[in-house]
């Protein structure tokens, strides 16, 4: 069972964006989620694998100046919770 | 390890799916993945959420929402009219934009593929596996043909998966009730609000007042639009 321990949005040029953290039995699953503006949503569902994973996402978002914040906020919470558990 | 569709049926969330449908393709020699299911809202393409489940390197799946390939991929070109997988050369390309697509996932692991569709229902929601591996199309694909029938099985299993999936966390985000659903339920098969108390056996004003409960719950300002809610989320299923 999974449980959503995050989510964050921002507003970037009448789209909006945003990260959704979730917590399993196993480790962590990131949703980004994009609501463009002719209402078709984009949702992509990540493993967080390992920090290096985790990191190529972040680095290549469209919207990464945007998200700064938010990435540096998930990054915060999974590497607290599992530290030494990852890669 | 040996896959058993029981397990998929039984795993509680994206991290157990995509493990196991990792360990699941192995054999076949695909190195990625990526399953992504369409699902339309109002039955309009104009409402439509992709959901992507992503079993390749990130930083693709990025590069194909930040082009908006989606729009014009050839691959879920081909999955909305067809049925049955289709080899990556093999796939019909029309524009010179869906070539270039191409060559970019060739350089992002998907050189060889493999595109499996799967059609759910009436509603238009469709999922389409996509099966990858860096090596050349002539050694990888002809190995991905000989697992036509159980990459066939896996995308459908998977569309339900994702679709039943959708629908726990909408009933549980909403807070629908068991008695909301079974109201709503009535409500699609045609029963009016008095036909729905004489069935509950309660009072008109009791089924009025569980209607304005459900619409608040679903964010809704009528009851037809609650019963549309929750045919898109395949509530009733």
């Not at chain 2, 693709?60 to 879920?76: F, G, K, V």
């Not at chain 2, 509603?123 to 199309?137: D, M, T």
Request: charged fraction near 25%; glycine fraction near 4%; hydrophobic fraction near 40%.
């Amino acid at each position: 069972m999974k449980s959503l321990i995050y989510e964050r949005t921002v507003d970037v040029d009448s789209e909006r964006v945003g990260v959704k953290l979730y917590r399993t039995d196993r480790g962590f699953i990131a949703e980004r989620i994009l609501v463009q503006r002719d209402n078709i949503t984009l949702v992509q569902v990540l493993p967080v694998a390992s920090r290096d994973n985790f990191d190529e996402f972040a680095r290549a978002d469209p919207h990464h100046l945007a998200m700064v914040t938010i990435y540096l906020e998930i990054r915060n919470i999974i590497w607290k919770s599992c530290r030494g558990e990852m890669a | 390890m040996d896959f058993r569709f029981d397990d998929l049926l039984n795993a509680t969330d994206e991290l157990e799916v995509i493990q196991l449908v990792r360990d699941a393709i192995r054999p076949w020699g695909a190195e990625w993945f990526v399953f992504v299911s369409l699902h339309p809202m109002d039955h309009s393409e104009s409402r439509m959420t992709y959901r992507f489940l992503i079993g390749c390197r990130p930083e693709w799946c990025q590069l194909y929402n930040a082009n908006r390939w989606y729009m014009t991929d050839p691959c879920l070109d081909y999955a909305r009219s067809n049925t049955a997988p289709v080899l990556g050369s093999d796939l019909p390309i029309h524009t010179v934009g869906q070539r270039r697509m191409l060559e970019v996932a060739a350089e992002n692991g998907f050189r060889s593929a493999y595109i499996v569709p799967a059609h759910a229902s009436e509603k238009g929601r469709i999922g389409v596996l996509y099966l990858a591996s860096s090596v050349e199309p002539e050694v990888g694909e002809p190995m991905f043909r000989e697992g036509r029938a159980f990459f066939r099985a896996l995308s459908l299993e998977l569309l339900d998966w994702s679709s039943q999936s959708l629908r726990k966390e909408v009933i549980q985000t909403s807070g629908l009730t068991d008695e909301d659903v079974r109201v709503l339920g009535l409500m699609k098969s045609g029963f009016t609000a008095v036909a729905i108390a004489d069935e509950l056996h309660v009072s008109p004003s009791t089924v009025y007042r569980q209607f304005q409960r459900i619409n608040e719950k679903v964010g809704v300002s009528h009851i037809t639009a609650a019963v549309r809610f929750a045919e898109e989320h395949d509530i009733f299923t």
